[in-house]
Structure formats: C-alpha cells, structure tokens
Nanobody, 124 residues
Framework: QVQLVESGGGLVQAGGSLRLSCAAS????????MAWFRQAPGKEREFVAT????????YYAGSVKGRFTISRDNAKNAVYLQMNSLKPEDTAVYYC?????????????????WGQGTQVTVSS
C-alpha cells in the first residue's frame, strides 16, 4: 500500500507557473505507475499526465501537452508536475495517483491509490 500527499498548489495569475509535488510513503514506490488528475467544480475528474515506473515514458492530455511536465524521483519517493503558461481553465483540485497496471493509463479507475488533492486557482 502507498500513501500520497500532494503539495504546491495555490493562486497564480494566468501565464504563471506552479510546481506540484506528491510525496509517497509505503513500500516499493518504483513499482507504481504515477499520474496526475484534476477535477474542476461541477466537472468529472480528468486525466492530466502519467509517467512510467522507470521515467522512460510519459503521456499527457492534449489540453496540457507542451505546457505541463511530469517527472518522478524514485530515490525520493516523489512525483512532480511542472505547470507553465497556466490558464484560468486549469483551475481545479489536482490529485496524485498510483497504479500497478501494466503500461500507462489515462483512466482513473485503473489507479489504486489517491492523494487528498491540492487546489490550483488561476486568475485571469
């Protein structure tokens, strides 16, 4: 089992940047595929980005590709989301997720563990 705690959210103006962090505790962090999802008020949870166990592969939602970068540090049991050129439509609660599936996935049901989320608000 793994416990996930997100941090780094906040209020930023459009065009600005934020870096989210997700600290994992528990065993064998490197066994998990990691991902970020987000949920805006009144909307369903949506996929943002995912990264493979070895960091060799990443996959992004079209809405964030080229602006967001996911990375991980297995030695520190952490995953990050660097968010640049933020837009008001990026406003949401951002969740870190961990899964044991084979390969990468954009489906939230494939992930086994979730953090509590961190709020990101982008003002226009």
């Amino acid at each position: 089992q793994v416990q996930l705690v997100e941090s780094g959210g906040g209020l930023v103006q459009a065009g600005g940047s934020l870096r989210l962090s997700c600290a994992a505790s528990g065993r064998a962090f490197s066994n998990y595929v990691m991902a970020w999802f987000r949920q805006a008020p009144g909307k369903e949870r949506e996929f943002v980005a995912t990264i493979s166990r070895s960091e060799a592969s990443t996959y992004y939602a079209g809405s964030v590709k080229g602006r967001f970068t996911i990375s991980r540090d297995n030695a520190k049991n952490a995953v990050y989301l660097q968010m640049n050129s933020l837009k008001p439509e990026d406003t949401a609660v951002y969740y870190c997720a961990a899964g044991l599936m084979v390969g990468l996935s954009y489906r939230h049901r494939d992930y086994d563990y979730w953090g509590q989320g961190t709020q990101v608000t982008v003002s226009s």
